[in-house]
């Protein structure tokens, strides 16, 4: 069998398992971001741990189960040896079977080492990243052609859906890479599938997956559950998903982001969510709901009134700060010197700021309103 060494030296000498970045010995433990785990790991691996922790340090064997990434193969066994450094009470436990997923490296006198799953002092079932027993479901199964991020995500996404393990944050944090960047099939799937789910915690990272790709139907839950979400345990998470990354600048979107923004029955946080993604988006059809903003008595809510109309006249795409280069209808020298997103600047000269854009919608809603 090939020894794996997972063994921290601390004299003189260095941390023996692979690691992206210093550990900070002592310090706070801090999950490991997928791109320095696939960058530092030539193996990931699904494998179960037998053998037991003893005074804090584990001997045992790593049986490889499934090779998602590199060169072994199922039943390979790899003699395992770890010790934490003695600055709590050592544990003992027996490992009884544990699964999970390793990432793994050779170096070159052909030693593997573990590429901790969590950098810093901590336990040795912090290392990897805990996996169910039992069979996978055929859902959480990846197909042919599926990458390696794709394959990591369902191993993570079947754990976290059966809540396994419980309190694991890092669990989630690695699933929060793909929030956003939903373009694999799986991840969409997976993530519509928890939004459906009956369990709380696993809803809510459903919800916000899908709020993050700009998805209109959990846009509509969140309209029409917002009362029942926001006093769940995720409902701040949520709103903060629909405030900073909720860019779907389609009609059917603006429709809901618009009553949501503007309407005096909404939750404080989810106003105010709402007002930040249609400032973002600020499409011709966001323009009736953000002019509506400038009479809110929150001086937030008129400062995205304001940025939101100076962004669409003067032709600032999506994401950017700066104007389109070309020419634009509706910018002028004017527009371009009304134009702030800060509530203090605002607050400091409302009637420059505000009148402003409040005279700008007059003088030329009746154009915008009209189809194009």
């Given at each position: 069998m090939s020894k794996i060494k997972a063994v921290l030296q601390w004299s003189v000498g260095t941390v023996v398992f692979a690691s992206a970045s210093p550990v900070c010995f002592g310090g706070p433990a801090s999950p490991s971001t997928l791109d320095s785990l696939l960058t530092d790991a030539s193996e990931v691996v699904v494998a179960t741990v037998e053998g037991s922790i003893v005074n804090g340090t584990a001997v045992g064997n790593l049986v490889v189960e499934r090779v998602l990434r590199g060169e072994l193969r199922p039943g390979s066994a790899l003699q395992l040896t770890w010790t934490r450094r003695p600055t709590v009470q050592p544990m003992s436990r027996p490992l009884h079977k544990d699964r999970g997923l390793f990432f793994l490296r050779k170096d070159t006198r052909g030693y593997w080492s573990i590429v901790p799953a969590t950098n810093g002092?901590?336990?040795?079932?912090?290392?990897?990243?805990?996996?169910?027993?039992?069979?996978?479901?055929?859902?959480?199964?990846?197909?042919?052609?599926?990458?390696?991020?794709?394959?990591?995500?369902?191993?993570?996404?079947?754990?976290?859906?059966?809540?396994?393990?419980?309190?694991?944050?890092?669990?989630?944090?690695?699933?929060?890479?793909?929030?956003?960047?939903?373009?694999?099939?799986?991840?969409?799937?997976?993530?519509?599938?928890?939004?459906?789910?009956?369990?709380?915690?696993?809803?809510a990272l459903g919800l916000r997956a899908l709020i993050a790709e700009g998805d209109v139907g959990a846009l509509e839950r969140v309209a029409s559950e917002q009362d029942k979400?926001?006093?769940?345990?995720?409902?701040?998470?949520?709103?903060?998903?629909?405030?900073?990354?909720?860019?779907?600048?389609?009609?059917?979107?603006?429709?809901?982001?618009?009553?949501?923004?503007?309407?005096?029955?909404?939750?404080?946080?989810?106003?105010?969510?709402?007002a930040t993604a249609l400032a973002r988006v600020h499409t011709r059809e966001s323009l009736p709901y953000l002019a509506g903003l400038l009479g809110s008595p929150d001086l937030v809510l008129r400062t995205l009134g304001v940025g939101g109309m100076a962004m669409f006249a003067n032709n600032v795409p999506i994401n950017s700060h700066h104007p389109a280069p070309g020419d634009w209808p509706y910018r002028t020298e004017e527009t371009i010197a009304h134009s702030t997103m800060d509530p203090n600047t605002i607050g400091r000269n409302e009637s420059y700021y505000v009148g402003f854009w409040k005279n700008w919608w007059f003088q030329n809603k009746e154009t915008l309103i009209t189809p194009p």
């Open positions: 002092n901590v336990e040795f079932d912090m290392l990897y990243f805990f996996l169910p027993s039992g069979p996978k479901p055929e859902e959480y199964r990846a197909g042919p052609g599926a990458t390696i991020e794709e394959k990591i995500f369902l191993e993570l996404a079947w754990a976290a859906s059966v809540g396994w393990p419980p309190d694991r944050g890092a669990v989630y944090d690695l699933l929060g890479v793909f929030r956003g960047h939903l373009n694999s099939s799986a991840a969409r799937r997976t993530f519509a599938r928890f939004a459906q789910s009956n369990v709380e915690s696993i809803q979400l926001m006093a769940s345990s995720f409902g701040r998470a949520i709103a903060q998903d629909l405030r900073f990354y909720f860019r779907n600048a389609e009609p059917a979107a603006v429709r809901i982001l618009g009553p949501l923004a503007t309407s005096e029955n909404i939750r404080g946080e989810v106003r105010i969510a709402a």
